[in-house]
């Protein structure tokens, strides 16, 4: 008998169950195509600049009506289709044109504030801003 455990079946951890079916989506989709980079940029405190984040896609060969930069719920998601360029023939062909999607989650209060293309890099800006500290009185009703 095959009894898998979820890593999110403890009992302490209520509502995490569309977490996990992400993370196995994710996973699934995961073929190393387009290579990306994801860096930290530094902010400016005394500016009050929230932490920014930037992702890297390397997209040669495709233009910017060739990409397709989203959110979808919690999801960054990152399209490149190009259009067929008719009869061509190649001799060698070495420079990858396939269409691809990337998917990136982000987490609660992240936000794209741009994207850009240059150079064959499509870069993605993100933000976090601190996020308001939120405490509520739960009022316990007496029953008699």
Known sequence: MNTRIAPFASPLLLGFDAMEKTLERLAKNNDGYPPYNIERLKANAAAGEPERLRITLAVAGFGEDDLDV???????????????QGEREFLYRGIASRQFQRCFMLADGMQVIGASLKNGLLSVDLIRPEPEKLVRKINISVSE
């Open 70 to 84: 989203t959110t979808e719920e919690n999801q960054l998601i990152i399209r490149g289709r190009q259009a067929e």
